[in-house]
């Protein structure tokens, strides 16, 4: 069955320290996954993609998620956590529905507390 | 450019009722998807419409309906409401439907049904 798991409810992580948000993945074909976050009371922001090419992919604020085929991971990471980045994270798989038609598996979310 | 606007923000309507949410996409976008999110079951997808068509269809039952206008703005109607059915309700839009293709979200509807 295709899914997405996030394996932490919650990660907490000192103001300054690097910071990891972990996503496992079970898709057949190949994979195209995405990370969001959501802050209270608000959508969800579009913070990086991967497609295809380089494992690393850079995105916004300073985050950036390695892809990894042989453990299906693609865990989300930032060198050095602000308290701002406080929030809810999903990460996101896509599979096909039908043709190149998309169909988006979701995780439950990780929380991430950043403590000053 | 805009982005993805949602109206209304906030509902409260109480059991048996109907609402209409709505969703404006973001300029140029033609592809508009719903999703349900509550505390215990995280986001669930709702539906997907793609130039007036429905693309694809989550498991919700028939009560949940939408559609999509010329202008590819999208309303998503839900009939006779539940207790269950108080959620935030998420629309994201994208260029296309293809799977490589990111979708850019709404604030969201926030629905409680007394």
């Known amino acids: 069955a295709q899914s997405v798991a996030q394996p932490e409810d919650q990660v907490n992580v000192a103001e300054g320290n690097p910071l990891t948000v972990k996503c496992t993945y079970s898709?057949?074909?190949?994979?195209?996954l995405f990370w969001y976050v959501q802050y209270p009371n608000r959508g969800l922001q579009f913070l990086l993609k991967?497609?295809?090419?380089d494992n690393l992919v850079k995105g916004s604020y300073g985050f950036e998620a390695e892809f990894n085929k042989s453990q299906t991971s693609f865990h989300l990471k930032k060198p050095s956590a602000l308290v701002s980045d406080s929030a809810l994270y999903f990460c996101?798989?896509?599979?096909?529905?039908?043709?190149?038609?998309?169909?988006?598996?979701w995780g439950l979310g990780t929380s991430l507390a950043v403590n000053p | 450019k805009a982005g993805v606007t949602q109206t209304p923000r906030y509902l409260i309507k109480t059991r048996g009722q109907q609402v209409t949410l709505s969703c404006s996409p973001i300029?140029?976008?033609?592809?508009v998807s719903w999703y349900q999110q509550t505390p215990g079951q995280g986001l669930q997808f709702l539906f997907e419409?793609?130039?007036?068509?429905?693309?694809n269809k989550g498991n919700f039952p028939g009560r949940f309906s939408g559609r999509q206008f010329s202008n590819s703005r999208s309303e998503m109607n839900v009939s006779t409401l539940e207790l269950g059915d108080s959620a935030l309700y998420l629309c994201?839009?994208?260029?296309?439907?293809?799977?490589?293709?990111?979708?850019?979200f709404g604030p969201g509807t926030r629905l409680t049904v007394l």
């Open positions: 994201a839009s994208s260029s296309t439907s293809g799977r490589t293709d990111t979708q850019y």
């Open positions: 300029s140029g976008h033609r592809s």
């Open positions: 419409y793609f130039s007036e068509t429905q693309r």
């Open positions: 898709v057949s074909g190949n994979p195209y």
């Open positions: 991967y497609i295809t090419g």
């Open positions: 996101a798989v896509s599979q096909s529905a039908g043709g190149n038609n998309r169909k988006l598996i």
